[in-house]
């Protein structure tokens, strides 16, 4: 994609892979935490996919401001998930999150389905060098602000 070569990454991967727990817990509870976890995998993905940008955000997070800031400044739509304000879900999504980017940190900005490496000083540079209006160009057919897309939560 435009953003992998813009920021010349191909993909990213957890150094260490975390060790698999060795306590099983018992069947009932174990089927309401896959429960859980598929119906927080699939928020997460409609989240991302229904959304030109979507912030994966917490509201004491400077880094989170930062980013918000800079695609307001550009005029631009976004959602975003306080995962602070969600309770076990947020603590669940965080879980998501850290499964698909490789990092359990917020902001976790995805601009047309792709993570963007740095989170929000990795915005504030794209945006200071241009290059963030040129992504969400051709991520809005055109439209750096993307305000003819709805926005999709999960409230």
Not at 18 to 37: I, R, S
């Amino acid at each position: 994609s435009l953003l992998q070569e813009k920021m010349g990454i191909s993909e990213s991967r957890p150094a260490v892979q975390p060790e698999a727990a060795t306590v099983a817990p018992q069947q009932p509870t174990d089927e309401k935490f896959k429960e859980e976890v598929r119906k927080t995998a699939n928020d997460f993905k409609n989240l991302v996919q229904l959304n030109k940008v979507m912030i994966f955000s917490a509201t004491y997070c400077s880094y989170c401001t930062v980013a918000k800031t800079t695609l307001t400044d550009l005029g631009t739509q976004f959602q975003s998930y306080e995962v602070n304000k969600e309770g076990k879900e947020g603590e669940m999504m965080m879980n998501v999150v850290q499964a698909v980017t490789g990092n359990r940190m917020v902001p976790a900005i995805f601009i047309c389905g792709q993570i963007v490496p740095g989170g929000g000083s990795g915005l504030k540079h794209l945006a200071t060098s241009g290059q963030l209006g040129e992504i969400l160009g051709q991520c809005c057919e055109g439209d750096a602000t993307c305000s003819q897309y709805d926005k999709y939560s999960l409230h």
